[in-house]
């Protein structure tokens, strides 16, 4: 069972717009949602992460949403550049456990 | 920033060998350590969670006699693929995770693509 959905597979944003990407959890103990980046080849990267606690957090271009009541987090990328096609995964992670668990990614594009 | 190394970053091997790969937080101690697997344009695949000092624990439906995992210290965790096939073939991560903080960060190694012959 995925305990964490993400949407869409896969996003084309024109260079200078917003990129969206939504996740869905099930887990009311999840207490801890990070969003990680990822290139080809290589690891992935913590981006941003936020706890349940607040309902939003900015970090430079990068931005999570967070609804608490609908247990739904977004990634709004602003001013979307080539450099941020990457994939693009979400995770929540439960207070006190060690394992996080991932969505399914989303693979953006911007085309400049 | 809290760095992850991997080592190797790709490795071919002959179908029955065995392939180490080794993970290491190269600027804090890692009380747990992580590894995945990932299939291409797929998300990660937890294998298991080692614990330094400790035995690994491995998800359902890892191997632990194919995949051994050894958290010697604080800041080194091997992995090494046993007997392995064609079908081992994949890209594996490790990731460590910063003591002292609850349901907190794990930093991801760069990944070692493994192709098996």
């Known amino acids: 069972q995925q305990q964490v959905k993400q949407s869409p597979q896969s996003l084309i944003v024109q260079k200078g717009g917003i990129s969206i990407i939504n996740c869905a959890y099930e887990n009311t103990a999840f207490d801890y949602f990070p969003w990680y980046q990822q290139f080809p080849g290589k690891g992935p990267a913590l981006l941003i992460a936020?706890?349940?606690?607040?309902s939003e957090k900015k970090e430079g271009r990068f931005t999570i949403s967070f609804n608490k009541s609908a247990k739904q987090f977004s990634l709004h990328i602003m001013d979307s550049q080539p450099g941020d096609s990457a994939t693009y995964f979400c995770?929540?992670?439960?207070?006190?456990?060690?394992?996080?668990?991932f969505g399914t990614g989303t693979r953006l594009t911007v085309i400049p | 920033g809290a760095v992850v190394s991997q080592h190797p970053s790709w490795v071919i091997c002959k179908s029955g060998t065995s392939v180490k790969i080794e993970c290491r937080s190269l600027?804090?101690?890692?009380?747990?350590m992580f590894w995945y697997r990932q299939f291409p344009k797929q998300s990660l695949m937890l294998m298991a969670t080692?614990?330094?000092?400790?035995?690994?624990?491995?998800e359902q439906g890892v191997e632990k006699d194919k995949f051994l995992i050894n958290h010697a210290s604080l800041t080194l965790s091997t992995l090494t693929v046993t007997s392995a096939h064609p079908e081992d073939s994949s890209f594996y991560i490790c990731s460590a995770r910063t003591p002292g903080l609850v349901g907190g960060e794990q930093y991801f190694g760069p990944g070692t693509r493994l192709t098996v012959t």
């Open positions: 080692s614990n330094e000092g400790s035995k690994a624990t491995y």
């Open positions: 995770a929540a992670t439960l207070h006190g456990a060690n394992n996080l668990f």
């Open positions: 600027d804090f101690q890692a009380t747990t």
């Open positions: 936020i706890r349940p606690d607040v």
